[in-house]
Structures are given as C-alpha cells and as structure tokens.
C-alpha cells in the first residue's frame, strides 16, 4: 500500500522560511500530479501549489513569489519551499498525490496526514 508522509513542519517567525517534504513510499511505477494543500483553523481546506507529472506548477494568488514547489520523481517526493511566512500562512499543510500507480495498487486521490505550520513571534 502507498502512503503519503509530510514533514518539515513547526514554529517560525514571521518573514521566516520552512521547506516541507512530502514522501510516497512503497513500489510505485507512476503519479501524476502532486499538489499541496492547507487548512487554517475555522476555515476550508484550499489549494496553495500544484506540479503536474510533466513540470507545469499553479499557484494560489497568496502565495506565489514567496512559496516554490518542486517534486523528484526518481524519490516520488514533492517539496514545498516556504520564504517570506506570514501569519496567515499558519495552517495544518497536506500532500495530496492524483492516480497513483504501484505493483498491485491505484489510487485516484491519495493523501498524507499533514504537518502544522505555525507562524508567529
């Protein structure tokens, strides 16, 4: 069975910088696109970054210029490179991987648990 595991998550203060990791694990052949998500306390989950299998990356209006996804496909690992945090940015932050391809398994949506991501002096 695949799964998803985010880490790099914790306290920063604002202005500062966090790179989160989100790791698949088992014997994987394919995924297509690998996308991070947020969800602040009180409000909807929401899309902040999106890499398709062929590179081509979406942003939401907050964050882009200060935050940058990458992903290594040889590691199945996407990456979140957080500059310029502010406390709007504090959120529990999720992996979402689409149509998962491993020996003997597919998944349409695939998710990890999240990391929190707590900006604040």
């Known amino acids: 069975q695949v799964q998803l595991v985010e880490s790099g998550g914790g306290l920063v203060q604002p202005g500062g910088s966090l790179r989160l990791s989100c790791a698949a694990s088992?014997?994987?052949?394919?995924?297509?696109?690998m996308r991070w998500y947020r969800q602040a306390p009180g409000k909807e989950r929401e899309l902040v970054a999106a890499?398709?299998?062929?590179?081509?990356?979406n942003y939401t209006d907050s964050v882009k210029g200060r935050f940058t996804i990458s992903r290594d496909n040889a590691k199945n690992t996407v990456y979140l490179q957080m500059n310029s945090l502010k406390p709007e940015d504090t959120a529990v932050y999720y992996c979402?991987?689409?149509?998962?391809?491993?020996?003997?398994?597919?998944?349409?949506?695939?998710w990890g648990k999240g990391t929190l991501v707590t900006v604040s002096s």
């Open positions: 979402n991987a689409a149509q998962v391809r491993a020996l003997g398994y597919y998944a349409m949506d695939l």
């Open positions: 088992g014997s994987i052949f394919r995924i297509n696109a």
């Open positions: 890499m398709s299998s062929s590179g081509s990356t």
